[in-house]
């Protein structure tokens, strides 16, 4: 069994500020990582996923998340944020069986950016 | 590339009415999700399809939730009776093995 812990529900940043919105994970098994982006009224927006390779992943709007194995984290970054970066963000974590992925999400954090 | 459509985007219903929503996935993903999006919480995961067979079903309320992909492309669900708490987003995914998982705008069921 996988879970997903984001350690904040709530982030408040001024404009051009750097934010780091935090996910901790568990599993048995190696695993996969996602963060998503979700606006007022839409679906979820895939920002960026460690599959393999390096630790350090860049995704879309300037994001990029640490994967840290020892750590069991993949918390998300960004060193400038922007009005328009208000919304709640999910991690999540997958248990690739070989024929496809199942995703478990954390409980989300809201980025708050104000002026 | 187009992606994962659904409909209707907004549906009000009352308590013990059925409802459906419908999804249409990605072109060639063979994997079809439905979750749950409860208000102030993560998505949860209803079903998994691949092709037109059930991955995992496990976290279905059976009782009164039903899904079906018919030749393995588009996807229904379906409520009957619904109750209060089944007031959610109901979102609608595709995926091809590791290529990430996209989601669709969802369908946000009001049940009064």
């Known amino acids: 069994a996988q879970s997903v812990t984001q350690l904040d529900s709530q982030v408040p940043v001024f404009e051009e500020a750097p934010v780091e919105l935090r996910c901790n994970y568990s599993?048995?098994?190696?695993?996969?990582l996602f963060w998503y982006v979700q606006y007022p009224n839409q679906g979820l927006q895939l920002l960026l996923k460690y599959l393999s390779g390096s630790t350090l992943v860049k995704g879309i709007n300037g994001f990029e998340a640490e994967f840290n194995k020892s750590q069991t984290s993949f918390h998300l970054r960004k060193p400038s944020v922007h009005i328009s970066d208000t919304a709640e963000y999910f991690c999540?974590?997958?248990?690739?069986?070989?024929?496809?992925?199942?995703?478990?999400f954390g409980t989300g954090t809201r980025l708050q950016v104000t002026l | 590339e187009a992606g994962v459509a659904q409909s209707p985007r907004y549906k009000i219903i009352e308590k013990r009415q059925s409802v459906a929503f419908w999804c249409n996935p990605i072109?060639?993903?063979?994997?079809l999700y439905w979750y749950q999006q409860i208000l102030g919480q993560g998505p949860k995961l209803l079903i998994q399809?691949?092709?037109?067979?059930?991955?995992?079903d496990s976290q279905l309320p059976k009782d009164r939730f039903s899904a079906e992909r018919l030749k393995g492309v588009d996807s229904t669900l379906k409520i009957q009776p619904a109750k209060l708490e089944d007031s959610a987003v109901y979102l609608c995914?595709?995926?091809?093995?590791?290529?990430?998982?996209?989601f669709g705008q969802g369908t946000r069921l009001t049940v009064v």
């Open positions: 999540a974590v997958s248990d690739y069986t070989g024929t496809a992925s199942k995703l478990t």
């Open positions: 072109s060639g993903h063979a994997t």
């Open positions: 995914a595709s995926s091809i093995r590791t290529g990430g998982v996209f």
């Open positions: 599993s048995s098994v190696s695993v996969y």
């Open positions: 399809f691949q092709n037109n067979g059930v991955v995992d």
